[in-house]
């Protein structure tokens, strides 16, 4: 059984919410809260309040803390240490004593590991998808989908620890033998956002360890308890004291921790998924160091539909793409360009299948398909975003309206244009923006025209057109005929200013890994 790590500064009991289903709009947080019944759960294991830094749970060198809440009601979850780069320092030191043994273990022993991580995992999924949604706000289906793509990740590379391949190179000299070696890199620092608090530090880590790295990592500030469940786990799997450590960091303190992670010598990696701006700053912090690094940046992904797609199926894959995680995904949609024969009927569609589909409200209720933003920073961005378009002409074709606390209720606009703000930036919310265009040519054009290349879509049936366009798109990754493409197996990553390296599948390893040209002579 899993253990309570101190007493928390919220219930030590587990409020679930069960009564109606709520639609878009209305959504009333003060009805919600007056309304809803109770059940009582056992005490919630997941709460924990404190960091994880060589096997040891502990508060920050100065005792001081933040609260971590929930985004849907703004209740109290708990408290966590707010560490600063001191903290993080010692971290480092840690991880950099565990690294020296850690590297020695077998590919086997390590593999072995991280299957009974996976197990564990899965067998604590459903409470571990509940925490997501506490903390995230996420729909608990979103959550648990969330728990199987990041469990995946542990279970995949379990299994590559044991495939780094070194080679043999064709000697120049009968004396000589030539070969390469791969070996872990050291000490990894990682940086991981709120959007997915499971699963992009499974992506991370997993790979990370597998090669035989130790990590530090720094999950988000708004989500930190499903990091600290993962601590747990990997602890009940056997994981050496010292390979895993994760220190909670308030937003203030955020930039202090985040140079002393990419300026320390100790720290031989530095990886991070979020936006533009700040990976630019890790990655101008990470340079007197010369650190290798791997980066998903901001993306600005536009999803073409041709007069050739089947509509039925490119509304159903904008509909997955652009509404999951109520938008908050850097592969999300954020530009839809639908050609000029088939717009009005895509938005007519588009408008009813939203209607038919989307539910707003607390992700634990039942039927609730977007929850909220995680803050009231996102409402207000997201607001500005609906704002301008509806000023510079585009025509409010659903929602548009904020909820109460952090809500804002699934919008869809038509009559976008390139200028306004929702087409020229990322958006990070429910808001599906619908641009015209004429030809291939002048879609493809359009889709380039950003700074941006993470992600890109195409619905069409002509498979021609399939193949020109899947070639000219500048993203590193392109969805074709399907609106949710990431798994376990493949390589994520962008290109141009969404980042660098890529994360997930076999290549994902290789971040890990150092290459070591030997050559043997005198045989």
Same mark, same amino acid.
């Given at each position: ?223 930190? *308890?499903?990091?600290? !469940?993962?601590?747990?786990?990997? @602890?009940? %799997?056997? &994981?050496? +004291?010292? /390979?895993?450590? $994760? ?49 998903? *940046?901001?993306?600005? !992904?536009?999803?073409?539909?041709? @007069?050739? %797609?089947? &509509?039925? +199926?490119? /509304?159903?894959? $904008? ?205």
């Amino acid at each position: 059984m899993l253990k309570v790590l101190g007493p928390c500064v919220h219930s030590n009991k587990l409020t679930v919410y069960s009564q109606k289903v709520f639609h878009s709009p209305p959504f009333n947080l003060q009805t919600h809260q007056q309304n809803r019944t109770y059940k009582q759960m056992d005490s919630f294991k997941w709460l924990l309040n404190k960091a994880y830094v060589n096997g040891k749970w502990i508060s920050a060198e100065n005792g001081k803390t933040f609260e971590v809440t929930n985004p849907a009601t703004g209740e109290v979850l708990g408290s966590v240490p707010d560490m600063n780069g001191s903290d993080t320092e010692s971290a480092i030191k840690t991880a950099y004593v565990a690294f020296q043994s850690w590297k020695e273990r077998t590919a086997k022993e390590r593999s072995e590991i991280m299957l009974r991580w996976t197990n564990l995992c899965n067998v604590h999924k459903e409470d571990l998808a509940k925490l997501i949604t506490m903390e995230n706000g996420k729909p608990l289906k979103d959550s648990m989908a969330e728990l199987s793509y990041g469990v995946g990740f542990l279970e995949l590379y379990a299994e590559e620890a044991k495939r780094v391949y070194g080679d043999i190179i064709p000697t120049n000299a009968k004396s000589r033998r030539l070969l390469v070696l791969k070996q872990p890199i050291g000490v990894c620092g990682m940086i991981t956002p709120w959007n997915f608090p499971h699963a992009m530090i499974t992506r991370k880590a997993a790979a990370a360890i597998a090669a035989g790295c130790s990590v530090v990592i720094k999950p988000a500030e708004d989500t930190p *308890l499903s990091a600290l !469940a993962l601590c747990q786990l990997a @602890e009940e %799997a056997g &994981l050496p +004291a010292g /390979v895993l450590n $994760v220190v909670t960091v308030s937003r203030d303190n955020a930039p202090d921790v985040g140079r002393t992670l990419c300026e320390s010598p100790l720290v031989q990696h530095i990886s991070f998924t979020g936006s533009s701006a700040v990976g630019k700053c890790l990655l101008s912090q990470s340079a007197s160091t010369v650190k290798k690094t791997a980066m998903e *940046l901001g993306g600005n !992904a536009p999803f073409l539909v041709f @007069e050739s %797609a089947d &509509l039925e +199926a490119a /509304v159903k894959g $904008v509909i997955a793409c652009k509404f999951r995680c109520s938008g908050q995904t850097c592969v999300s949609a954020n530009r839809i360009y639908v050609q000029e024969g088939i717009y009005d009927k895509f938005v007519a569609r588009f408008a009813e299948e939203m209607d038919n589909e989307l539910r707003t409200g607390d992700g634990l209720q039942p039927g609730t398909t977007q929850g909220p933003l995680i803050n009231q920073r996102a409402v207000q961005k997201i607001d500005s975003f609906v704002q301008d378009a509806i000023q510079h002409g585009a025509r409010l074709v659903r929602g548009g309206s904020k909820g109460q606390g952090n809500f804002y209720y699934p919008t869809l606009l038509s009559e976008v244009t390139s200028q306004m703000m929702c087409a020229r930036e990322e958006i990070f919310g429910p808001i599906a923006g619908v641009l015209r265009f004429k030809t291939e040519d002048e879609a493809v054009i359009m889709a380039n025209d950003t700074q941006w290349g993470l992600a890109g879509y195409l619905f069409s049936r002509d498979l021609s057109q399939i193949w020109r366009v899947t070639e000219r798109l500048e993203a590193g990754i392109v969805g074709v005929n399907e609106g949710v493409v990431p798994c376990p197996e493949v390589p994520l990553g962008g290109w141009k200013e969404s980042g660098l390296g890529r994360e997930g599948g076999r290549y994902g390893i290789e971040e890990f890994l150092e290459l070591k040209y030997v050559c043997m002579g005198g045989l």
